[in-house]
DNA sequence: TCTCCAACCGACACCTGTGTCGGTGGTTGG
DNA sequence: CCAACCACCGACACAGGTGTCGGTTGGAGA
């Protein structure tokens, strides 16, 4: 132990290079991916700013790698988060308390993967399109039986707005759990998902 | 009639201003804040760039126009579509309509207006919030005495979290149907009005 | 301890964008 | 018809960003 970690100035290449993908969320969440300057990314991460081009080709490339990384991490702790069994209604619970915690604690992450950014890319828009609609797939399956049982078929109109409003909702209430940290978890989980559930008018009942 | 208007390249003023507006709409809604350039902005306007400058006194004061010029607008379009009378029920699917309808017929403006777009300048992103948290008491107050109804105080956590659901979801929707433009206007909003009020295992009942 | 690889950086070239200024010519009221 | 106004523009100065290149030095393996 020569060298403790936090003394050492020179990192090995994977170090360093994670720190600087971690930098680059914050900074993409922060300013979107235009507004965010290599010199801003590179400050983060506590090092030069011709280091980054060292370990990506360049800001764009930087940027795919981050976006892939995130979503990896997203779809793994959300995944994670769902139980397969229970009842349907127990099951979309559990879906939104999942990402509502992941939203809390990875709130950079959040943004750069949903929150709509234009960037006139064609490259990154289209992945980032890709991404949501695995989303909204995803999401699609779990809700299937349910779905089926209400009457909308797999793929239908009806099914894909349904999809669609549960999510963007839910991502909704996560952004406002970010600006009011003060509620709880379990109880902005259950609002929601009583929502979904019940219907407006029926809110109070379990 | 010496000059009709299609030969007609000197514009007074006030037109050669609106024309301004216009583009700067749709650019910035393609390209976002940062990434939209005033040269992009002119050229769309059919002028060169430094005549931007003799109606502006900046971009970003050309772009505080153009948000509080859209912002009433939609506030104007989407409040008259709403009923103030009526059921709770109906209520909520006539702003539902009024909203997807908004949507549909001025996608740029929606996207610039609701889709959350981080600029890190401190004068516009408080514009931005200044307008979205003014649209969420307007929904707050119509739903006011549905949610008291459901044991919802206003101000309440729970409440809060419903509007920015209900907004958020049904924004959401607006966006899949500027996508997916074959399903009608009545389609979608019962689909989501249904969804919202009844619950997702009463979707079928009316 | 010595050596050598590679992590790191300063300086440079280049591009793109913003905002300014002086002038020019279309348009219109008299 | 003509003179004055003002809508319009080309050219410029400047700022800030991206990506490159050659050199420097920490630190791990011998």
């Given at each position: 132990?020569?060298?403790?970690?936090?003394?050492?100035?020179?990192?090995?290449?994977?170090?360093r290079?994670?720190?600087?993908?971690?930098?680059?969320?914050?900074?993409?969440?922060?300013?979107?991916?235009?507004?965010?300057s290599?010199?801003?990314?590179?400050?983060?991460?506590?090092?030069?700013?011709?280091?980054?081009?060292?370990?990506?080709?360049?800001?764009?490339?930087?940027?795919?790698?981050?976006?892939?990384?995130?979503?990896?991490?997203?779809?793994?702790?959300?995944?994670?988060?769902?139980?397969?069994?229970?009842?349907?209604?127990?099951?979309?619970?559990?879906?939104?308390?999942?990402?509502?915690?992941?939203?809390?604690?990875?709130?950079?992450?959040?943004?750069?993967?949903?929150?709509?950014?234009?960037?006139?890319?064609?490259?990154?828009?289209?992945?980032?399109r890709?991404?949501?609609?695995?989303?909204?797939?995803?999401?699609?399956?779990?809700?299937?039986?349910?779905?089926?049982?209400?009457?909308l078929?797999?793929?239908?109109?009806?099914?894909?707005?349904?999809?669609e409003?549960?999510?963007?909702?839910?991502?909704?209430?996560a952004?406002?759990?970010?600006?009011?940290?003060?509620?709880t978890?379990?109880?902005?989980?259950?609002?929601?998902?009583?929502?979904?559930?019940?219907?407006?008018?029926?809110?109070?009942?379990?």
């Amino acid at each position: 132990m020569s060298t403790s970690e936090a003394v050492r100035r020179r990192l090995s290449a994977p170090a360093r290079r994670e720190r600087i993908e971690a930098a680059a969320v914050e900074v993409f969440a922060a300013r979107g991916y235009d507004a965010a300057s290599v010199g801003d990314i590179a400050r983060a991460a506590g090092v030069s700013r011709t280091v980054l081009y060292d370990h990506f080709r360049s800001k764009r490339d930087l940027y795919l790698h981050v976006l892939d990384t995130q979503n990896a991490a997203m779809l793994a702790e959300v995944g994670a988060g769902i139980t397969g069994a229970g009842a349907g209604r127990d099951r979309m619970r559990a879906t939104v308390a999942a990402y509502l915690s992941f939203a809390r604690q990875r709130p950079s992450a959040r943004r750069i993967l949903v929150d709509p950014i234009p960037t006139g890319d064609p490259e990154l828009d289209r992945a980032l399109r890709t991404f949501r609609t695995a989303r909204t797939q995803a999401v699609a399956t779990m809700l299937g039986s349910d779905l089926a049982r209400s009457g909308l078929p797999h793929g239908s109109t009806a099914a894909e707005v349904v999809v669609e409003l549960l999510i963007t909702g839910v991502d909704g209430v996560a952004r406002w759990w970010q600006e009011h940290p003060v509620a709880t978890l379990d109880e902005v989980t259950d609002v929601a998902a009583r929502l979904l559930w019940n219907g407006l008018p029926r809110l109070a009942t379990p």
